[in-house]
């Protein structure tokens, strides 16, 4: 961390592929969400997916308190992903889930959205340009595969929960 920014680095047993983000379900609907998912992919099979670049990510612009002096673009940054390259595998899948879970109202993927890793989630930044210039050289880098094995459906985001455990895997439904 050379530019002493608050970074939050996501724990390696915490690291996970997110493939749609919902908004919060409620307690009740969690039990359907799980049986639709199970039902979804028992024809879904094993697939591996390519790790390239990482991609600082901005959260929604707040305003500036001065507002003659308005907000920096980058002074937002709120994360920091490891990207996946989409594939028809992930593709497919990502639109079996859609389908699983249309039936029961919830909201999915409400802004743009794209297959990711959480690498770190960034509490402050200063010196976002110099930071920003700092991951020029990754924004394009090959890390390599990783196999797609299960889909987990978890109750939280990380920022909501602590360092050392950042979320609670409500199901692990293995594909194939």
Known sequence: NPLHQQVFWVPVEAAHLTLVYTARVREDVVPLLVDALKEALKKEKPF???VRGLEL???AKKEAVN???PVEEGANVEAIWALIEETEALE????TIHEAIEHLEMKGDELEFR???AV???EKFRNTREFQSAMLEWQDRQFGEIPVQAVLVKNS???EGNKDHPFD???NLNLG
């Open 48 to 50: 591996k997916v390519v």
């Open 57 to 59: 990510v901005e959260g």
């Open 67 to 69: 507002e003659e002096a």
């Open 92 to 95: 497919a899948l990502r639109k």
């Open 115 to 117: 297959p990711h890793i």
């Open 120 to 122: 770190a989630l960034v």
């Open 157 to 159: 985001v990380p920022r």
């Open 169 to 171: 895997v409500v199901a």
